[in-house]
């Protein structure tokens, strides 16, 4: 089982209400499972071609500051 699933979890429900991404890709220490509790969780957000990245990439910054606490 992944490190922080919960974390995790709600992180990548987060980003699925914020956009319309075609993939999620998670890596680095939590998915190796050598996360510590200072550990962030590291994800790829593929987007359908088109979309803005910039923008996109600030809506999910605001989306996931807002909803930190469940991580």
């Known amino acids: 089982m992944l490190a922080n699933s919960k974390a995790i979890e ?3 429900r987060s ?3 914020a956009v319309h991404s075609l ?3 998670l890596f680095g220490l ?3 499972e050598e ?3 200072d550990s962030d969780i590291d994800a ?3 987007m359908p071609e ?3 990245c910039r923008r996109t990439a600030q ?3 605001r989306q996931i500051k807002r909803d930190r606490s469940s991580f």
């Open 30 to 32: 939590c998915v190796r």
């Open 35 to 37: 996360a510590n509790p």
């Open 50 to 52: 088109g979309v803005h």
């Open 23 to 25: 993939k999620i890709v």
């Open 44 to 46: 790829l957000v593929v």
């Open 10 to 12: 709600s992180l990548v």
């Open 59 to 61: 809506l999910l910054y």
């Open 15 to 17: 980003i699925v209400e």
